[in-house]
């Protein structure tokens, strides 16, 4: 019975990590590099110098970063676009929108999906392509649209995941609210 | 012990439901079937930029039998092969033109969405994708018959994903086969559109 009890935990032991290894509250995920250059009033929007090729997103003026992974073939973040515009153009009315910043990034969709999707759906925030899913597969998630709230550590390792959420919100007022608690920021 | 062993699956219970809870929501890309990575191209095109578009007539998921000449002298025609229903990228590939019609409207061109699938299963499949504005055809009987004749029939039995773009009079204007593990870029597929106009 000790036998089996012994395997069992071991087995529980080898299958977690497998489980585990989507982004959680608290992991510290690397300072991914976005290979996009921003339009004039989303770099101002960020704090980006004009010109901009690319940039890392520690490099990005906030506190916290809320990112949506989303996909322009993706129906439930078609569904959800114009909402997620709500919920930004609510937060951009709060003193609380110079900290926490917003941006999309478009999970194997070209810069046209992109632009596209943005058009379609009049949408306020950034967005930036990830024609190779580069940045989905490192933030180790496969699934859109997925929301992560980060923060750069002190130290410089990386981003703290402060929040994450995989699927779509319910509400706008009650989606908002959460990440602001989540987010921490006053 | 019989302690220690109630503790331990009370864990292995509180374990289980923990790491398995998510996967019980149901959804359409829970239900997909992943063939993995796939071989990028598996045929050769016969049809080429200038040639004639070979006719046809396909059985549609709405019971009507869509034949391609009809468009003739009406809409541009693209034809959007992809490899089969319930996988992942073809399920929100086609999606993805329901969100983008007008940009095909505007360029006044009608997609036909072609796969080996029967007449039932892609029924099935757009009732699971919420639906889909453009006709979508079975090349299930003969098998494939259509898709050898324009060079896109793998061969395991499915299509390759494939565009083939067909202006007004019926002559093929672009076609190629996309590696089947990729959506081909829209900007591209607008860009053949531009060239109609």
């Known amino acids: 019975m000790k036998r089996f009890a012994a395997s069992l935990l071991?087995?529980?032991?080898?299958?977690?990590?497998?489980?585990?290894?989507?982004?959680?509250?608290?992991?510290?995920?690397?300072?991914?590099?976005?290979?996009?250059?921003?339009?004039?009033?989303?770099?101002?929007?960020?704090?980006?110098?004009?010109?901009?090729?690319?940039?890392?997103?520690?490099?990005?003026?906030?506190?916290?970063?809320?990112?949506?992974l989303f996909s322009m073939y993706c129906p439930h973040c078609q569904a959800e676009a114009k909402p997620l515009g709500r919920v930004f153009e609510r937060l951009m009315a709060l003193p609380q929108s110079k900290a926490l910043k917003f941006l999309g990034i478009g999970a194997g969709n070209s810069a046209y999906e992109v632009d596209t999707f943005r058009l379609l759906y009049e949408i306020p925030m950034p967005l930036f392509q990830d024609g190779d899913y580069e940045l989905l597969k490192a933030f180790g998630t496969t699934s859109t649209p997925t929301y992560l709230m980060l923060r750069p550590t002190a130290d410089g390792r990386g981003l703290k995941v402060l929040f994450v959420q995989e699927g779509r919100f319910e509400d706008e007022q009650t989606f908002l609210e959460l990440i602001l608690r989540a987010s921490g920021v006053q | 012990m019989r302690k220690t062993l109630a503790l331990l699956?009370?864990?292995?219970?509180?374990?289980?439901?923990?790491?398995?809870?998510?996967?019980?929501?149901?959804?359409?890309?829970?239900?997909?079937?992943?063939?993995?990575?796939?071989?990028?191209?598996?045929?050769?095109?016969?049809?080429?930029?200038?040639?004639?578009?070979?006719?046809f007539a396909l059985p549609s998921t709405t019971g009507q039998?869509?034949?391609?000449?009809?468009?003739?002298?009406?809409?541009?025609?693209?034809?959007?092969?992809?490899?089969?229903a319930f996988t992942p990228v073809c399920s929100d590939q086609w999606p993805g033109y329901n969100a983008t019609r007008a940009l095909f409207e505007q360029r006044e061109a009608i997609i036909l969405g072609i796969t080996t699938d029967n007449v039932p299963s892609l029924y099935a499949w757009i009732v699971e994708m919420r639906g889909l504005w453009f006709p979508v055809l079975s090349d299930f009987w003969p098998h494939g018959a259509v898709a050898k004749k324009y060079g896109v029939l793998r061969t395991s039995g499915t299509t390759e994903r494939a565009i083939v773009i067909i202006d007004k009079k019926g002559v093929v204007r672009f076609a190629k086969s996309f590696d089947i593990n990729r959506r081909p870029d829209l900007g591209l597929i607008m860009g053949e559109l531009d060239k109609l106009k």
């Open chain 1, 10 to 68: 071991a087995l529980l032991l080898f299958c977690t990590p497998a489980l585990a290894k989507k982004p959680k509250v608290g992991d510290v995920l690397p300072d991914l590099t976005i290979k996009a250059a921003p339009k004039p009033a989303e770099a101002a929007y960020l704090g980006l110098p004009d010109g901009t090729q690319s940039f890392r997103l520690s490099q990005i003026k906030a506190e916290v970063l809320l990112v949506e």
């Open chain 2, 9 to 55: 699956f009370l864990t292995v219970a509180f374990w289980m439901a923990s790491a398995l809870a998510p996967a019980l929501a149901v959804d359409l890309k829970d239900m997909l079937y992943d063939p993995g990575q796939l071989k990028p191209v598996d045929s050769s095109l016969k049809v080429r930029p200038g040639s004639p578009a070979p006719d």
């Open chain 2, 65 to 84: 039998t869509v034949r391609l000449s009809d468009f003739r002298g009406q809409k541009n025609v693209v034809l959007s092969f992809v490899p089969a």
